[in-house]
């Protein structure tokens, strides 16, 4: 399994922004993919995630309300549509997946994209 993410930039507090990952591969079983993030100097946390085997989308509670996780299965994509930015979401946004169900821990997902920078200032 491959991803591959697009769409960070630097933008003003109040703005918006959507990453795409974009998923070549496939699972045999559930899955649970999602979004992380990790601002300079500080550990890697996760932002939402969306489990297959029971079709739950959590979402954390710094982003709830401004940040919504979507996915298009026919072209096997995951977005992290974020709105109203904030200086304190600056950092890489990275998608991630892993077999089987969804846990906040990210050393055990195996799947990682590149990462995509978000500055907002």
């Known amino acids: 399994v491959q991803l591959v993410e697009s769409g960070g930039g630097s933008v003003q507090p109040g703005d918006s922004l959507r990453l795409s990952c974009s998923v070549r591969g496939s699972f045999d079983t559930r899955y649970c993919m999602g979004w992380f993030r990790q601002a300079q100097g500080k550990e890697r946390v996760r932002v939402a995630l969306?489990?297959?085997?029971?079709?739950?989308?959590v979402i954390a509670d710094a982003v709830r309300g401004r940040f919504t996780y979507s996915r298009d299965n026919a072209t096997n994509t995951q977005y992290l549509n974020m709105n109203d930015l904030k200086p304190e979401d600056t950092a890489m946004y990275y998608c991630a997946a892993k077999q089987g169900g969804c846990t906040v821990r990210p050393d055990v997902f195996r799947f990682w994209g590149q990462g995509t920078q978000v500055t907002v200032s």
């Open positions: 969306f489990s297959t085997g029971t079709g739950i989308t």
